[in-house]
């Protein structure tokens, strides 16, 4: 059975305000109804005493009639009636209406046990206060009087005090209930929003926004929805450029396979039908070896960015001496910046060393200087080399075409190449090279930083922490 929220808040609600109401009104009237009683047995006992006090000098078998009359009088006009007995059980005085008395009371006051006070007893068929006092003279028990008053006035009272107790109830129940009523619709509105904004969620649309507030848990959930709302736009963001990226990167991969296969199966093809003259199979096989590495070099891009991705790469740490590397980057790259027209120039002192893995090393340099040489073009490159108190720095700088600074963000996104038209150089086509580098450098707990203008160069800054 499906209940509605503001239904189940109400039913809470006003069961533990009736719970809570009955609770308090026993309690009330009990205390109410014991604090009457109470009084009008201690008001019966003051007036016992003042009388008994008052005959002191009397006999209590010829006791004074003006003093008991002068009590009757008094006593009389608040219902109050009073006897004296003696200890033989006689009535000496009445006055006021039959008094009786039960045996086990008598025998306390005849033994000089005590007061013995009944807050509610019944005498005659009539629910009233009793009072029963001692009389002694000369030390002696002689006998004992005996207060009664009618309990129908205090009744009364009490009755009329349960009325405004019952009136009252009822008005702060309905004022409870008009309260509950309002606050359940406010928490109903807010989850009913939340409500509306998760089924947004569910279809698609992240651009939703729920009131949020530090107040209660219902504002704190709305604080965490807003929250895995934005990232889950951000996720999806994230996706979608990731899914154009793969469209782009397919569409590339397409392209640059298609062109180094096509030569590839043209140039076999001729030469297994001897289509091609003696003179021109040296070439075309140079061609085949060209293209082929092209394809080699398009897997172990692939290779290596996956590898990095997954943790796979262990790094072998050392000292090395970063002149010999930056040397070695420079003549490996000397064919391909000579037909650039590039002129590599090396910057470092003989007795700087960076800890790092040599493979890695080579291949972070390699990749953002061949970068530096496809966008370079009768310009040179830097390679410098300097340390710190606690890092090594290297820095390849270049006077190539340059970057707004837009395209620095994207440069290490994985499919992103800075220059799309330029499809057809040889060296990082895919766009795998700085992404790689990035992570390369992450995994050394280093950092690479880029500076560029457009026009003007771009430089890439490498800090490694030293070997402590």
């Given at each position: 059975?499906?209940?509605?929220?503001?239904?189940q808040q109400l039913i809470s609600h006003i069961s533990v305000i009736i719970v809570a109401f009955l609770v308090v009104s026993l309690v009330f009237?009990?205390?109410?109804?014991?604090?009457?009683?109470?009084?009008?047995?201690?008001?019966?006992?003051?007036?016992?005493?003042?009388?008994?006090?008052?005959?002191?000098?009397?006999?209590?078998?010829?006791?004074?009639?003006?003093?008991?009359?002068?009590?009757?009088?008094?006593?009389?006009?608040?219902?109050?009636?009073?006897?004296?007995?003696?200890?033989?059980?006689?009535?000496?005085?009445?006055?006021?209406?039959?008094?009786?008395?039960?045996?086990?009371?008598?025998?306390?006051?005849?033994?000089?046990?005590?007061?013995?006070?009944?807050?509610?007893?019944?005498?005659?068929?009539?629910?009233?206060?009793?009072?029963?006092?001692?009389?002694?003279?000369?030390?002696?028990?002689?006998?004992?009087?005996?207060?009664?008053?009618?309990?129908?006035?205090?009744?009364?009272?009490?009755?009329?005090?349960?009325?405004?107790?019952?009136?009252?109830?009822?008005?702060?129940?309905?004022?409870?209930?008009?309260?509950?009523?309002?606050?359940?619709?406010?928490?109903?509105?807010?989850?009913?929003?939340?409500?509306?904004?998760?089924?947004?969620?569910?279809?698609?649309?992240?651009?939703?926004?729920?009131?949020?507030?530090?107040?209660?848990?219902?504002?704190?959930?709305?604080?965490?929805?807003?929250?895995?709302?934005?990232?889950?736009?951000?996720?999806?963001?994230?996706?979608?450029?990731?899914?154009?990226?793969?469209?782009?990167?397919?569409?590339?991969?397409?392209?640059?396979?298609?062109?180094?296969?096509?030569?590839?199966?043209?140039?076999?093809?001729?030469?297994?039908?001897?289509?091609?003259?003696?003179?021109?199979?040296?070439?075309?096989?140079?061609?085949?070896?060209?293209?082929?590495?092209?394809?080699?070099?398009?897997?172990?891009?692939?290779?290596?960015?996956?590898?990095?991705?997954?943790?796979?790469?262990?790094?072998?740490?050392?000292?090395?001496?970063?002149?010999?590397?930056?040397?070695?980057?420079?003549?490996?790259?000397?064919?391909?910046?000579?037909?650039?027209?590039?002129?590599?120039?090396?910057?470092?002192?003989?007795?700087?060393?960076?800890?790092?893995?040599?493979?890695?090393?080579?291949?972070?340099?390699?990749?953002?200087?061949?970068?530096?040489?496809?966008?370079?073009?009768?310009?040179?490159?830097?390679?410098?080399?300097?340390?710190?108190?606690?890092?090594?720095?290297?820095?390849?700088?270049?006077?190539?075409?340059?970057?707004?600074?837009?395209?620095?963000?994207?440069?290490?996104?994985?499919?992103?190449?800075?220059?799309?038209?330029?499809?057809?150089?040889?060296?990082?086509?895919?766009?795998?090279?700085?992404?790689?580098?990035?992570?390369?450098?992450?995994?050394?707990?280093?950092?690479?930083?880029?500076?560029?203008?457009?026009?003007?160069?771009?430089?890439?800054?490498?800090?490694?922490?030293?070997?402590?």
């Open positions: 059975m499906r209940i509605k929220y503001i239904y009237t009990h205390y109410v109804e014991k604090i009457v009683l109470t009084l009008k047995g201690q008001e019966l006992y003051e007036y016992g005493v003042n009388i008994l006090d008052d005959l002191q000098n009397t006999s209590v078998l010829n006791p004074g009639e003006n003093t008991l009359y002068n009590y009757a009088n008094v006593l009389g006009a608040r219902g109050i009636s009073f006897g004296l007995f003696d200890t033989k059980k006689n009535k000496l005085v009445n006055i006021g209406g039959e008094i009786s008395i039960t045996n086990s009371e008598w025998n306390k006051i005849r033994d000089g046990k005590g007061t013995v006070i009944k807050r509610s007893t019944y005498r005659s068929n009539k629910e009233v206060t009793l009072v029963a006092i001692p009389y002694k003279v000369d030390g002696e028990v002689a006998g004992g009087i005996v207060l009664t008053s009618p309990l129908s006035g205090s009744r009364e009272m009490i009755s009329q005090i349960n009325r405004y107790l019952v009136y009252t109830v009822f008005f702060a129940f309905g004022v409870a209930l008009l309260l509950s009523f309002l606050l359940s619709q406010i928490h109903v509105k807010r989850i009913k929003k939340l409500q509306e904004a998760t089924s947004a969620v569910a279809v698609g649309n992240y651009d939703v926004k729920v009131p949020s507030s530090n107040f209660d848990e219902i504002g704190e959930l709305a604080n965490d929805f807003n929250s895995m709302v934005d990232n889950l736009k951000e996720s999806k963001e994230a996706i979608d450029a990731l899914e154009n990226r793969r469209r782009q990167f397919m569409s590339d991969v397409s392209h640059e396979l298609r062109t180094p296969l096509t030569t590839i199966s043209g140039v076999i093809e001729g030469l297994t039908n001897n289509m091609i003259p003696e003179a021109a199979k040296e070439k075309g096989l140079r061609l085949v070896s060209k293209e082929a590495k092209r394809l080699i070099r398009l897997v172990n891009e692939n290779l290596d960015y996956d590898k990095i991705r997954s943790n796979q790469v262990v790094l072998m740490k050392e000292n090395i001496q970063l002149q010999e590397v930056l040397e070695i980057i420079q003549e490996q790259l000397y064919t391909q910046a000579e037909e650039k027209k590039v002129e590599i120039h090396i910057v470092v002192k003989e007795d700087i060393v960076i800890f790092a893995d040599y493979d890695r090393l080579i291949q972070i340099i390699i990749n953002i200087t061949k970068n530096s040489i496809q966008f370079t073009e009768n310009g040179s490159i830097w390679l410098r080399g300097y340390e710190t108190q606690e890092k090594t720095v290297i820095e390849i700088e270049d006077t190539g075409i340059g970057m707004e600074a837009a395209e620095i963000e994207n440069i290490w996104k994985r499919f992103y190449k800075a220059d799309i038209s330029r499809t057809n150089t040889p060296y990082g086509e895919f766009g795998l090279g700085l992404s790689i580098v990035k992570q390369l450098v992450q995994f050394h707990e280093g950092e690479i930083k880029v500076a560029s203008e457009k026009g003007e160069g771009t430089k890439f800054t490498i800090t490694f922490p030293k070997n402590k």
